[in-house]
């Protein structure tokens, strides 16, 4: 069955991430249309008038676009509603916007022929070129692992570095900590305290899906600025956040303490769970399905216990 996937996009600075993550996927002519809310069309129409009414679409300042596209696969369908909920962090936050589905009768030209220079395909062959190009460091690096210190040297460390996230996690069931993106941050402490050995939560939305982490330490920057604002007025921010936070029951709630995503798949490696730690200096991560629901945990003690301890 063919679905029109519609998103009316709020805050166009998520625009060219949802467009982009949409082509890695493989989701077909995405259509953007200037539009604009009822209510905040006849405010204009009473402000301005028509005529200024018609100038805004002339000069392309409508506040907000219209995303749409035809798909008839519906796992393709399912990923890219879970790649743009991610991108907005929740369609259910404030001013995000709406996305729906409609069921398509008949329609002509969703699948082309041609697969000539510009396609899909061609896009996917210069990538791989471009990933072939930086693995050839490490492809030296191998070859004198070993010439250096034998075969079997080089054969483990490949080994080591290609271990999956589900081979690696210590418990599947092992359950992270998990809050939402509404709640007020004595909640998300409770969640901290009730799992002592988690020092960073998933923040996920209505749907399920990761939108951001916190960590134990920024929860503790927060919520102690009314009882020590001293540590946090050396700077005019840190003044600032402590005259508004002296109130403590003006506390944020989560979903605006919480930093951007950062994850694994169960089928991603040891190497790219490594990296992710050692790049956003993390001390682990959260594992998710392709739809970002989040699954479990990963530390970097467990990925260091399969390298150090488990295989030796």
Not at 66 to 77: E, G, R, V
Not at 219 to 247: H, R, S
Not at 304 to 310: D, T
Request: charged share 25%; net charge negative.
């Amino acid at each position: 069955m063919t679905t029109l996937l519609m998103v009316i996009l709020h805050d166009l600075t998520y625009m060219p991430e949802i467009l982009e993550s949409w082509k890695e996927i493989g989701v077909p002519g995405v259509t953007i249309l200037h539009s604009i809310g009822g209510f905040q069309a006849s405010e204009l129409v009473r402000k301005s008038g028509l005529g200024g009414f018609l100038k805004m679409f002339e000069e392309v300042r409508s506040p907000q676009r219209t995303l749409f596209s035809l798909i008839d696969d519906q796992a393709m369908l399912e990923q890219a509603i879970s790649e743009a909920d991610r991108v907005v962090k929740g369609f259910d936050r404030p001013r995000s916007g709406i996305l729906f589905t409609l069921p398509i009768g008949q329609v002509l030209g969703l699948q082309k022929w041609h697969k000539g220079e510009g396609s899909r395909e061609a896009e996917l062959d210069i990538q791989e070129n471009d990933e072939q190009s930086k693995s050839n460091l490490l492809d030296w690096l191998k070859e004198d692992i070993s010439a250096r210190y034998g075969e079997q040297a080089a054969m483990d460390w490949t080994e080591e570095r290609n271990l999956s996230i589900s081979q690696i996690m210590a418990s599947p069931d092992k359950k992270p900590v998990l809050v939402r993106m509404d709640q007020p941050l004595p909640e998300v402490l409770a969640s901290f305290i009730a799992s002592p050995k988690s020092n960073i939560a998933c923040v996920v939305n209505n749907e399920e899906r990761l939108m951001g982490l916190i960590e134990v330490q920024t929860l503790a920057d927060i919520m102690f600025i009314p009882v020590m604002p001293e540590e946090f007025i050396e700077d005019p921010t840190g003044y600032e956040q402590a005259l508004e936070y002296a109130d403590p029951s003006k506390l944020p709630v989560a979903a605006e303490i919480l930093r951007d995503p950062v994850y694994v798949h169960p089928d991603d490696n040891l190497e790219k769970a490594f990296h992710l730690m050692k790049e956003n200096n993390l001390a682990g991560l959260p594992v998710v399905d392709k739809n970002y629901r989040v699954q479990g945990f990963i530390s970097m003690l467990e990925i260091m216990r399969a390298c150090f301890v488990e295989r030796k």
